[in-house]
């Protein structure tokens, strides 16, 4: 994989709940510009001319994303529930499930898998394994393999390389095992005969979401980076092409390096060099948190407590950045609770044989200051801990 740093010079009016994100009320007039609260007083040109931008709603349910990885419009939960008498059927089959994720060491991840394991149960779905790959694509064959000795009647599993686990994959195909991908599937596999469905949150919207954050938090105008996922990841590609679209639509905001990571462990490097050559940039946006937390640890190593850090996906980590108002500003993060529960009633419909959209998404969550804790309980379903509670309470 390359990694590069390349120089670049890089609407709609929402009818419901749109806000700023830096502690403003929302504004009756959907066409006034968003404000923040850390020196913002609305967006304007060089010039002084107010320009006015795309607000953000925060309690977004739209999808953004307009296509999936094998091409298809995306569909939704509702496309893919079960009737009573459906239901039934599953209880009824006695039906197996494997599931093998690449990660399980993050909120999100843990949460969809808690969804899941809900509608498993209530569907009499037995679950013979679970496995977390941890990131490792080695592992994950032989997780993939290990669980394909359980017989399972279907995989629901997440490929952390779809090159390096293609081979093991196949083996499911070839034994006529079902599978429910989550986010990602090897462009080699063909939806709707080599595998059931690929299951994602609106990729697109959580990248879309990390650069209006972004331009807010620079009250519209300054310089910011990329640090970004350098490899084929349907995911992180599609997050990553929504910030560069969506930052663009800012003209006084310039776009002066994209700087690429392929393992989790050069992020500190890659980001030391990006300080090294841009010492004075205003924002950076990271494909993830995790990388995220990097950027923002070399940046306070050099002094940098001012920088504004955006990205997608949100822990207990960064959501306790958000409700400090610390250099994370904000996130666009996938509604795990929603993500998780649809993987599961396409699992249910897969094995009852019933038509199944070949992408399934879940809506996006701008996360910032404003809505942290609701934002926390919508996207996990549980209630933010006391600590981001009491920051959030410490900041008002």
Known sequence: MKRRLIALCLCLALPMSLTACGGGEASDDSSVSQTSDSGANGSSSSSGDATEYEKIDLNNTKVWGDIGPDGSTPKGLEDVMLTDEQKEQVREGNYKVAICYHQLDNQ?????????????????????????AQSDANKEVNDLESALALEPDLLLSMPYDVDITKAAYQQYIDAGIPIVFMENASPDFTAG??????????????????????????????????????ADFFT??????????????????????????????????????????????????????????????????????DLKVTGVDMGDESAYMIASRDMYYGTGCPKAVETGTI??????????????????????????????????????????????????????
């Open 108 to 132: 999100v991840n843990q949460s969809k898998l808690q969804a899941a394991l809900d509608v498993f149960e209530d569907l009499n779905i037995e679950v013979v394994c679970t496995t977390d």
């Open 193 to 230: 005969e080599d595998y059931a469905c690929v299951v994602n949150s609106d990729s697109y919207g959580n990248g879309k979401y990390a650069a209006m954050l972004l331009a807010e938090a620079l009250n519209y105008e300054g310089t910011v980076a990329m640090v970004y996922y350098d």
């Open 236 to 305: 992180t590609n599609e997050r990553d092409r929504a910030f560069r679209e969506t930052i663009a639509n800012y003209p006084n905001i310039e776009v002066v390096a994209e700087t690429g990571f392929t393992s989790i462990d050069e992020v500190g490097t890659v980001a030391d060099g990006l300080f090294a050559s841009y010492p004075d940039v205003d924002g950076v946006y990271a494909s993830w948190d995790i990388p995220a937390s990097d950027v923002i640890t070399s940046a306070r190593a050099i002094g940098r407590d």
């Open 343 to 396: 993987e599961a009633y396409a699992c249910a419909r897969t094995l009852l044989g019933l038509d199944v959209p070949t992408y399934l998404v879940s809506s996006s969550q701008p996360v910032c200051y404003d809505n942290v804790l609701d934002a926390y309980e919508t996207c996990f379903n549980i209630e933010a801990p006391d600590d981001i509670k009491a920051a959030w309470e410490k900041n008002q």
